[in-house]
Nanobody, 118 residues
Framework: QVQLAESGGGLVQVGGSLTLSCTAS????????MGWWRQRTRDARELIAV?????????VDSMKGRFTISREDAQNTVTLNLRIDNLQAEDTGVYYC??????????WGRGTQVTVSS
């Protein structure tokens, strides 16, 4: 059974930090790289970072510097974290995790809302 759930979002002040967590169960996740995406209001979902199966991080160029992705695997379950430092207003949005790459029609979780206030 596929399970995918994000958590850890909330209301944070500018300059603060937050760690998001994702629990993903199933071979679709445990046998693939995993990524974090962000969707800001009216924008398309954008990729932030990907962790390979051995945990090596890869960041989209525009996202380098304030984001840290990490991955832990236990049996068929992946725990994927994303730490965001020095939060800015433009970080406000809904954050999602999933295997990478994704395909049209893939299941997505509900995401976790991050709101940064000034």
């Amino acid at each position: 059974q596929v399970q995918l759930a994000e958590s850890g979002g909330g209301l944070v002040q500018v300059g603060g930090s937050l760690t998001l967590s994702c629990t993903a169960s199933g071979e679709a996740f445990s046998l693939n790289p995993m990524g974090w995406w962000r969707q800001r209001t009216r924008d398309a979902r954008e990729l932030i970072a990907v962790a390979t199966m051995n945990g090596s991080p890869n960041y989209v160029d525009s996202m380098k510097g304030r984001f840290t992705i990490s991955r832990e695997d236990a049996q068929n379950t992946v725990t994927l974290n994303l730490r965001i430092d020095n939060l800015q207003a433009e970080d406000t949005g809904v954050y999602y995790c999933n295997h990478w790459p994704t395909s049209k029609g893939d299941y997505w979780g509900r995401g976790t809302q991050v709101t940064v206030s000034s």
